[in-house]
Each structure stands twice: as C-alpha cells, then as structure tokens.
C-alpha cells in the first residue's frame, strides 16, 4: 500500500495535465499569442512526450539495474516536476523541451515501478498487487476532479492557469520526498510485509552482485531477442493497443468534449466532471481485478471479455453522440444523438474501467510470464505503448474523430484474440510441466 500511494503521488498530477493540456493550451493560444503557443500545442507536447518515452525506454533497463528501482522512480519523478515548472513560465519552445525531459523522466519512473512492484510481489499476489496499485493511481483523476471542479466553479481554465500548476508542482515536490524515504530493496520490504506461508517471492530478497550489468548493446540484444518471442510478440499488440486507447482518454475525449458547443453549457467543469466518472471506472476496475476479483473467482478471460465489451461500447456511443471535427476545432456538426453530459459520463466510466482490465491483466501476464527478465519485460511493454501514444497524438492534431475511432476498435478487437492466444499457450505450457512431474 505505501509503495503504491508513494507513486500514486507522483502520478496523480500528471494524469489531471494530460487530461486538461489539450484544451488549456488552445486557450493560451488565443488569450496569449506571444508565448508561440497554437491550437495544436497540446497535441504536440504529448506527441513529444511519448516519443522520447519510447527511444528512452530502449536504454532504460540498464539504467535502472544501476541506479536501482527506488532511485529511477525517484530521478524520473524530477522530469514530471520539471515539466509542470514549464507551465509557470509558459512559451513554446519551453514547453517542448519540458516535453521531451518528462518522456524521459517518465520511462525511469515506470520502469523502475514495474520492477519495484515485481520484486516486492510474491508468488500469487502480483494480480492483487497491480490491481491495488492501479486503482490508487487511478483514484487521482477522482481527487483531481474534485480539486478542478472547486477551482473551476470560480473561473474557467485561463484564469485559473497559474493557480492549477503550482499546486500540480507542489503535489509532485511531495511525492519525490516520499519516495526518496522508500527501502531500498523492495523484496526485503516484500518479505517483512506479506504472510510467508507456503510463498515464495517472485524474485530473490538478495540480488546477485556477483552479475556484472550489461552494457547498452548487450542490453539492447536481451531486450530484441526477448521481443522475438511467441508470447512477447503477442503482447506487443495489446501493448500498442493500450497506447492508442490510453491516448484517446487522457487527452483525446476530453478535448472532443471541450470543442462540442452544445456542451458549452458546462463550461470548462464538463472536464472534471468526466475526469471523475475516467477514475470511477479506473478504480472499480482495479478493485475487480484485485482484491474482489479474487473473492469472486473471476477468471482472466472473463475480465478481457468485459474490457473488450465496455470499449466497444464506449467507441459506439462516442461516434454517435460526438462531432467528426471535434478533434481539431470547435463545432456544432450535427450528431446522431444529442450530446448530453449524462451520455459523456457514460462513455467516461466505460473508458476507464475498460482500461483498468487491460492494463492491469498486461501487468499480470508480464510478471508471471517474464518473472525471470521483467525490467526488460516491462520496457519492452512501456516501449510499444509509448510508441503508440506519440504516433496517436501526432495524428489526433488533424484526424477526425470517426477514423481514430475506426482504428482503436480494430486494435480492441485484435487485442482481445492475441491475448487469449497467449493465455492458451500459459495453460498448455502449465499443462506439460504438470504431466512431466507425473512421470
């Protein structure tokens, strides 16, 4: 709980940015022309962003078998603080150099919290273990929704800039201090905090110093010939997959929202108030795969079939009720159903819970299946996902809506059958290894 709350902190910033970039920039664009900022800035930066999260997660593995997985996170928790600096002294060039520090900060961070979360997990607690750590994550779009709901309801985004940043700053300084306080070896942490009956951890209390790191290259080759696996390649799908549909909720839907006119009504609180029902999902999500979905005995082909369902539906739901154009300009095209807040709190809730079971069945399938190797694992999942991400916000700044929708719904539907492709090679692989001990 610690371990995740600590990230959590660190995260939740950055998910509320992501979700209002698109739409504060637009404004700033036109109340302050002289800052070099246009109406596709935010579409830019997070374009950036992901683009130097992926080239960086190809040299991250060594990176953090160096520094460890506690001073990554802590290191590339700095690059999100960095870039909500840039806010505060806002111009273009500026904010695209903060851009590319936090895609690099950002893959020591999750990097070092994928392997952190591995190490610390025994054998049988790493789903309930990602699925507690992704529903605190995720409760930060509850909690800043809440905080941009209050601040929002005494002015609109321009006016409230300044005041949202600092505190997005704060927040972040907050949680850099927290980590720096985190033990150091998190299996030790693991084995002094988990029942040890009958369990083993997933990785060694005590690492084997006697292991000289590898360099860059020797890294590189364990990272491809890791990839070139039947089972990675598989998931490479899902893990693009999850980049474009993460790209569509975090920063996508919600500036489709702020340019629907009929939506005008709300001001800028339509924003937050989707924010909120995003978490909802997000955190219901993470409790069904966790703790609860245990109870239940919900099994993984069960929780796939659902996010399958649940982002079908949301996909549906957008195209009807949403503007073609609204992705790049403000509009009231005629729409096949009226947009309603109702209906843009719907599609939010199934966005987020929908999300919440694939990422945290990726998360699930990478430490069972890769336990041996999961720093490479994890970067090769962060890889493809922030890949996805750039290529997806470079193209959302002038693809309309109805095509990008076109394309997350043929990544949702073959996602789905990859991954139950990889769940049947896990349960014939188990199967052998069961008959072999027979005999």
């Known amino acids: 709980m610690h371990i995740n709350s600590d990230f959590a902190i660190c995260i939740e910033p950055y998910s509320q940015k992501s979700i209002i970039q698109v739409a504060v920039l637009r404004k700033k664009a036109q109340t302050a022309p002289e800052t070099g900022i246009t109406t596709n800035s935010g579409y830019y930066s997070l374009s950036i962003i992901y683009f130097f999260f992926t080239f960086f997660n190809l040299v991250i593995p060594s990176i953090v078998k160096q520094l460890g997985a506690k001073w990554s996170q802590i290191i590339g928790a700095s690059g999100y603080l960095f870039f909500m600096l840039t806010f505060l002294y806002l111009n273009v060039y500026l904010l695209y150099f903060g851009s590319a520090v936090l895609g690099a900060g950002?893959?020591?961070?999750?990097?070092?919290?994928?392997?952190?979360?591995?190490?610390?997990?025994?054998?049988?607690?790493?789903?309930?273990?990602?699925?507690?750590?992704?529903?605190?994550?995720?409760?930060?779009?509850?909690?800043?929704?809440?905080?941009?709901?209050?601040?929002?309801?005494?002015?609109?985004?321009s006016d409230s800039f300044t005041f949202i940043y600092m505190v997005f700053s704060s927040v972040i300084a907050l949680g850099i201090v927290i980590l720096i306080f985190m033990p150091s070896n998190p299996a030790q942490y693991g084995q002094q905090n988990e029942d040890p009956s009958g369990e083993e951890p997933l990785i060694p209390a005590e690492p084997d110093d006697s292991q000289p790191i590898p360099s860059f290259n020797e890294q590189l080759k364990s990272m491809i010939s890791l990839f070139f696996t039947p089972n990675m390649m598989c998931l490479a799908v899902l893990f693009v997959y999850s980049g474009l549909e993460m790209t569509f909720y975090t920063g996508v839907y919600t500036s489709c929202l702020s340019a629907t006119i009929?939506?005008?009504?709300?001001?800028?609180?339509?924003?937050?108030?989707?924010?909120l029902l995003i978490g909802a999902g997000q955190i219901i999500g993470g409790v069904v795969t966790g703790p609860l979905g245990k109870v239940l005995r919900i099994r993984t082909q069960h929780i796939i079939f659902l996010a399958f369902a649940g982002h079908l539906t949301a996909f549906i739901l957008t195209y009807l009720s949403l503007p073609y154009d609204s992705t790049v300009h403000s509009t009231d095209a005629a729409t096949i159903l009226a947009?309603?807040?109702?209906?843009?709190?719907?599609?939010?809730?199934?966005?987020?819970?929908?999300?919440?079971?694939?990422?945290?069945?990726?998360?699930v399938t990478i430490g069972l299946v890769f336990k041996d190797d999961p720093v490479n694992a994890f970067a090769i999942f962060k890889f493809f996902q922030s890949m996805a991400a750039c290529v997806s916000f470079f193209y959302s700044s002038f693809l309309f809506l109805p095509s990008q929708l076109l394309i997350l719904t043929i990544g949702c539907v073959a996602s789905t059958l990859f991954f139950l492709k990889v769940k049947l090679a896990i349960h014939v692989t188990n199967v052998e290894a069961v008959r072999e001990r027979e005999i």
């Open 106 to 157: 950002a893959a020591l961070l999750w990097a070092g919290n994928g392997c952190y979360l591995v190490e610390v997990s025994r054998r049988n607690k790493m789903e309930r273990n990602s699925g507690i750590m992704w529903a605190m994550l995720q409760s930060s779009l509850i909690t800043g929704g809440i905080f941009l709901i209050y601040v929002l309801r005494s002015g609109d985004l």
């Open 262 to 275: 009929p939506l005008k009504n709300f001001s800028d609180l339509v924003i937050p108030y989707n924010a």
């Open 339 to 363: 947009p309603s807040l109702n209906l843009t709190l719907l599609i939010s809730f199934l966005l987020g819970v929908s999300d919440a079971f694939w990422q945290t069945q990726i998360y």
